[in-house]
């Protein structure tokens, strides 16, 4: 079996002023839009995207990602993503992510979980057979498949409460999992955002949550680099999402 013509995806982008922080340098919520939005355009080829999935009743859901960063991206600068899917197992499709610089320097690269969502029922669906049957990359080609485990998350530092807006949810009709990230970060201060820079992003994805549900963004430090996050539903305690960030010092 031949290799789809259009399975792997290369979208190139500049980097906005709407798209930067205070340090003028894309920040990571900017650069996961650019790569979910390759990833879009990617799907939308090969007709597997939301739309042609839309009269089976189910939708693509991340589950879980696992992100390095070299070195951040300035206001101007020209850079590529490409990306692809990694193949799958019974339950699970696999999605890669690389970012090139202008002078092709890989400068930071995602390996992804995802899983098909049934719209009606809000469960995991089966993959249907039109996509168990491409022909994917070499394993060799690809990203090591998301394995992390999170350490146990113990006693909170920081707290912060928020509310699902309408703004806030995606095409799903649930919180988009960007906005999950946003809430975790939140809970540093803008003096450590202003003094370091995230590497690394490992992240699960737990439950969906909804229109004006109150949400619990819970942060624990494991040494003076890496932080544990988790979001939680107030009304419940349903954890949503958990993750571990790694920092470097700003240079």
């Given at each position: 079996m031949a290799i789809h013509p259009n399975l792997i995806f290369k979208g190139k982008y500049q980097v906005q002023a709407y798209d930067i922080d205070s340090k003028k340098e894309l920040t990571i919520l900017a650069l996961i839009r650019y790569m979910q939005e390759s990833a879009m355009q990617n799907v939308i080829r090969l007709?597997?995207?939301?739309?042609?999935?839309?009269?089976?009743?189910?939708?693509?859901?991340?589950?879980?990602m696992e992100f390095k960063i070299d070195r951040n991206l300035r206001l101007g600068e020209v850079f590529q993503v490409t990306t692809h899917p990694a193949g799958f197992d019974r339950l699970f499709t696999y999605r890669d992510y690389r970012i090139h610089d202008e002078e092709g320097e890989?400068?930071?690269s995602a390996a992804s979980?995802?899983?098909?969502?049934?719209?009606?029922t809000r469960k995991m669906a089966p993959l249907p057979k039109g996509i168990t049957q491409f022909e994917m990359l070499p394993e060799s080609s690809c990203l090591p498949r998301?394995?992390?485990?999170?350490?146990k998350f113990t006693k909170a530092?920081?707290?912060?409460?928020?509310e699902v807006g309408w703004f806030d949810l995606d095409f799903n009709h649930h919180l988009n999992n960007l906005t999950y990230i946003?809430?975790?970060l939140e809970t540093l201060s803008s003096d450590w955002h202003q003094i370091?820079?995230?590497?690394?992003?490992?992240i699960i994805y737990r439950?969906?949550?909804?229109?004006?549900?109150?949400?619990?963004?819970?942060?624990?430090?494991?040494?003076?680099?890496?932080f544990l996050h988790r979001l939680y539903r107030k009304s419940d305690q349903t954890i949503l999402c958990e993750a571990e960030t790694t920092w470097e010092r700003a240079s």
């Open positions: 007709k597997v995207s939301v739309w042609d999935l839309e009269s089976q009743k189910v939708s693509w859901i991340l589950r879980k890989e400068i930071a979980t995802w899983l098909l969502l049934d719209t009606q998301p394995s992390f485990r999170l350490p530092i920081f707290t912060k409460e928020f946003r809430w975790m370091h820079e995230l590497k690394g992003l490992n439950a969906e949550c909804f229109y004006q549900e109150i949400i619990i963004s819970e942060t624990l430090s494991l040494d003076n680099h890496c």
